[in-house]
């Protein structure tokens, strides 16, 4: 078994899953950052009915509209991180495993698209689920592609187990008596991701693409399950921040234990009494439900000062989980080629116990242009150049939410961190965030007669200096 996607099953190269190798003649890059391009994606109806000869290929070029190119750049600057008024924080890849407890190294996810076809579907259940393909057929099309729904999973998971512990009273031979347990397991694997870390807006079904890296089960811990959940949520957040999006998808549990961790204002949600120290951080909260409208978050927010967060909450935990290095990568993180996300650490440096400094341009790690393969190798090669040097990370903080002179203003002057517009008769805004921008001005302001001092003094010395030797 490869440890790509597409296997040789039973002798056969499998047909599940060939895009792996059809995309290594038409491989999916990242387009650069505009919103004036015209991107078609690889594989998809679009893109087969366009696709040019092979001759052709090195003559197509993506399409811009005129006039655009300068504004592209600004307008369409991606950062994975929640600009706050007190600056960026995000979710980081040392949040994803001290709160789940999974592994955060490996191989990210590197399928084609989100889903596979229902040809290859019907494939992979009758492999991997003993799922008969009539009947798989029949899931699919209630379910409007190659998804399958949470209860015929369950329907699923329990005739394997039944045919399982039939198979072992009979003693049957030992080969067919495994295929059904691990298409039990396979089945409850499924059932699991597809309602944690990788679930969808409609909460009703799960992608039968995920069964790809279910395959060896003796290989699944191999997968980097915490990096490509944390792209499969970053890319949900970034949808949801669009006007028409009124559902989100993700982890959402996750979500909000991150929010609980972090920040006081929003309480603590429910403890669950059955929470144990060595268990996830995330087990420590009980679901509950929160508030319809979010005007009263929106003020919340815009209210916040930096006291109020606390930026490294795990401290006590680092016994269970200790802090791994890969959390130092920066570059793009994915869950396949059509969720890729920007992971930039040195732009929340405070999470990581360090001074923030006013970071580098995005483009300096998560360049534009790189494909799934590339990015999964600048991934395992990360010390190589996508790592955050401790000369980058700068001094450690004293208090934990220290910035360098001028980050506040040069924040407020690249961002828009206030989400309601000044309202005549509300309270100011926080005072020490106030002070804290003063003195960032102050800082940046150049006082022009010291200047011209030290300029004349440096020409009349060196006039002297002129004068004495002739």
Not at 132 to 158: S, T
Request: glycine residues 8%.
């Amino acid at each position: 078994m490869t440890d790509e996607v597409g296997r040789t099953r039973a002798g056969r190269v499998s047909k599940a899953h060939g895009s792996a190798r059809r995309e290594r003649l038409n491989v999916d890059k990242i387009p650069s950052r505009s919103k004036g391009k015209k991107v078609v994606v690889a594989g998809s109806a679009q893109a087969q009915e366009e696709e040019p000869d092979d001759e052709n290929e090195d003559e197509m070029e993506l399409e811009t509209e005129p006039g655009l190119e300068e504004q592209e750049e600004e307008d369409d600057l991606k950062t994975g991180t929640f600009h706050l008024l007190i600056g960026e924080v995000t979710i980081t890849l040392d949040d994803v495993s001290c709160l789940l407890h999974i592994p955060i190294t490996g191989k990210m996810f590197n399928h084609l698209g989100t889903s596979c076809t229902t040809e290859e579907g019907e494939d992979m259940c009758r492999e991997y689920l003993n799922f008969p393909r009539a009947k798989c057929r029949a899931e699919f099309k209630k379910m409007k592609g190659a998804h399958i729904g949470f209860p015929m999973l369950e329907k699923i998971y329990a005739a394997n187990l039944r045919r399982a512990l039939k198979a072992e009273a009979e003693e049957e031979e030992e080969e067919v008596v495994q295929n059904y347990r691990d298409c039990t397991i396979r089945a409850f694997l499924l059932y699991l991701i597809g309602g944690t870390i990788f679930t969808n807006k409609s909460m009703q079904y799960v992608d039968v693409i995920f069964l790809t890296y279910l395959q060896d089960l003796s290989l699944v811990n191999t997968w980097n399950w915490g990096a490509s959940g944390l792209a499969y949520l970053y890319n949900y957040l970034e949808k949801a921040t669009k006007s028409r999006c009124g559902n989100h998808g993700g982890y959402n549990c996750m979500f909000h234990a991150w929010i609980y961790e972090h920040f006081t204002r929003f309480g603590g949600g429910g403890a669950s009494p059955k929470y144990r120290h060595r268990d996830p951080i995330c087990a420590k909260y009980l679901p509950m439900k929160g508030y319809k409208y979010p005007d009263e978050h929106r003020t919340t927010l815009d209210r916040m000062e930096v006291d109020e967060v606390t930026f490294r909450p795990y401290e006590d935990h680092r016994h269970i989980r200790p802090f791994e290095d890969i959390c130092w990568y920066s570059g793009w993180i994915m869950c396949g080629s059509a969720m890729i996300c920007p992971y930039l650490p040195e732009r929340v440096l405070r999470q990581f116990g360090h001074v923030q400094s006013i970071p580098r341009h995005p483009d300096e790690f998560a360049k534009a242009g790189l494909n799934r393969f590339t990015i999964g190798e600048a991934f395992a090669n990360y010390m190589a150049e996508n790592y955050v040097t401790e000369e980058m990370r700068g001094p450690r903080a004293k208090n934990g939410f220290e910035t360098v002179p001028g980050y506040i203003a040069w924040f407020y002057r690249v961002s828009h961190p206030k989400l309601w517009p000044p309202i005549e008769g509300n309270p100011a805004r926080p005072a020490n965030l106030e002070v804290l921008i003063e003195e960032d001005n102050v800082a940046d302001k150049q006082d022009v007669f010291k200047i011209c001092r030290t300029v004349i003094e440096e020409v009349n010395g060196k006039l002297d200096e002129e004068a004495r030797f002739w």
